[in-house]
């Protein structure tokens, strides 16, 4: 299950050779949440790295990432790890250029009303 959020770039950090197979660059994003606005880290994996090369600290991007977590010697981690980047706003302008199905949107399905509405409660 994939996530999103859309934030403006606050830091990019330099890709890291983790191992001499593994790779990683992270990246923060100020998203706006409320009175509080929160600083949140991603991570870029691999092949991935590179995705963040096209922007700059400033601008308003889209993250899609998948919730990462495991233990070692008795502590446990969350990572954030980002697989697509998009400028705010942007969209791929085909769903099938991005490799994706349509998503329906939920405001323009109609429900049925093959119920009865007049609950008590």
Known sequence: ?????????????????????????????????????????????????????????????????DLRGREWQGRYFTNLQAWRISRAGDGPADAAEAGQKPEPELSKQKVSSDFDDDIPF
């Open 1 to 65: 299950m994939g996530y999103k959020a859309t934030g403006k770039i606050e830091k990019i950090f330099d890709t890291e050779q983790k191992s001499g197979t593994f790779q990683a660059r992270e990246f923060v994003i100020e998203v706006a949440d409320g009175q509080y606005p929160q600083m949140v880290k991603f991570q870029l994996v691999q092949d991935k790295c590179e995705l963040i090369d096209d922007y700059a600290e400033g601008d308003s991007i889209d993250v899609e990432f």
